[in-house]
C-alpha cells in the first residue's frame, strides 16, 4: 500500500512559481504511475499532469507549457513545478497513485489530502 502526502502550496502572485511536493510511503513507489489533480471553488476536479512509473508524462492543456511533473524515487517523491500561475490556477491540488495492472489500465487506489494554491495580487 501507499500513502500520499502533498505539500508546497501557499499564496503567489500571478506570474509567480510554486513548487508541489507528493510523497509517498512505501518501498515500491517506483512501480506506480502518479496524477495531480486541481480543484477549484465551485469547479470540477480537473487532471493536471501524469507521470507514469517509466518517467512518461503528460498535461493538460491548460497548464502545458508552464507545469512540469517530475519524479524521484529515490526520494519516493512526485514534484509539480508550476510556473507563471495565474488566478485560475487557484485550486486544492492533490495527487493520485495506481500500479498498471494490465495494458494500459491502471488501478488509481491512493490519494493524498490536498494542499492549496491561491494565486492573487
Known amino acids: 500500500q501507499v500513502q500520499l502526502v502533498e505539500s508546497g502550496g501557499g499564496l503567489v502572485q500571478p506570474g509567480g512559481s510554486l513548487r508541489l511536493s507528493c510523497v509517498a510511503s512505501?518501498?515500491?513507489?517506483?512501480?506506480?504511475?502518479v496524477r495531480w489533480f486541481r480543484q477549484g471553488p465551485g469547479k470540477e476536479r480537473e487532471l493536471v499532469a501524469t507521470?507514469?512509473?517509466?518517467?512518461?508524462?503528460d498535461y493538460s492543456d491548460s497548464v502545458k507549457g508552464r507545469f512540469t511533473i517530475s519524479r524521484d524515487n529515490a526520494k519516493n517523491t512526485v514534484y509539480l513545478q508550476m510556473n507563471s500561475l495565474k488566478p485560475e490556477d487557484t485550486a486544492v491540488y492533490l495527487c493520485?497513485?495506481?500500479?498498471?495492472?494490465?495494458?494500459?489500465?491502471?488501478?488509481?487506489?491512493?490519494w493524498g489530502q490536498g494542499t492549496q494554491v491561491t494565486v492573487s495580487s
Open positions: 507521470i507514469s512509473s517509466g518517467g512518461g508524462t
Open positions: 493520485n497513485a495506481g500500479l498498471l495492472v494490465v495494458s494500459s489500465f491502471y488501478s488509481w487506489r491512493y
Open positions: 512505501g518501498h515500491t513507489f517506483s512501480s506506480y504511475a
